[in-house]
């Protein structure tokens, strides 16, 4: 399952793990927006081998972004980040 998330913040986005897919947003009124998406692909074999420690769920999820510096980390649904219109869009 995909997890998706908005966050602001200043994060060091050379530090960011192969298992998080981070696009900066240019549409949002805040100066820093993130649409940070979960891949489960390689998160879930980091959590096998132990590169990725917490539970899975989305708050475990939260609090990991927020160690990487994201701020104000919102669960969204993935169908926001996804839809037609967001492919239109871009």
Same mark, same amino acid.
């Given at each position: 399952?995909?997890?998706?998330?908005?966050?602001?913040?200043?994060? $060091? #986005?050379? /530090?960011? !793990? $192969? %298992?998080?897919?981070? =696009?900066?947003?240019? /549409?949002?009124?805040?100066?820093?927006?993130? +649409?940070?998406?979960?891949? !489960?692909?390689? /998160? $879930?074999?980091?959590?096998? #081998?132990?590169?990725? =420690?917490? $539970?899975?769920?989305?708050?475990? %999820?939260?609090?990991? #972004?927020?160690?990487?510096?994201? =701020?104000?980390?919102?669960?969204?649904?993935?169908?926001?980040?996804?839809? !037609? +219109? /967001? *492919?239109? *869009?871009?």
């Amino acid at each position: 399952m995909t997890l998706c998330f908005k966050a602001n913040g200043k994060p $060091d #986005l050379s /530090a960011i !793990p $192969d %298992w998080l897919a981070v =696009e900066f947003s240019f /549409a949002a009124k805040e100066p820093y927006f993130y +649409r940070v998406c979960v891949i !489960p692909e390689i /998160a $879930d074999v980091a959590l096998v #081998l132990g590169t990725l =420690e917490h $539970d899975g769920t989305p708050s475990g %999820w939260i609090s990991h #972004l927020q160690n990487l510096g994201f =701020e104000e980390v919102v669960q969204v649904s993935c169908r926001d980040f996804f839809s !037609p +219109r /967001a *492919d239109r *869009d871009r």
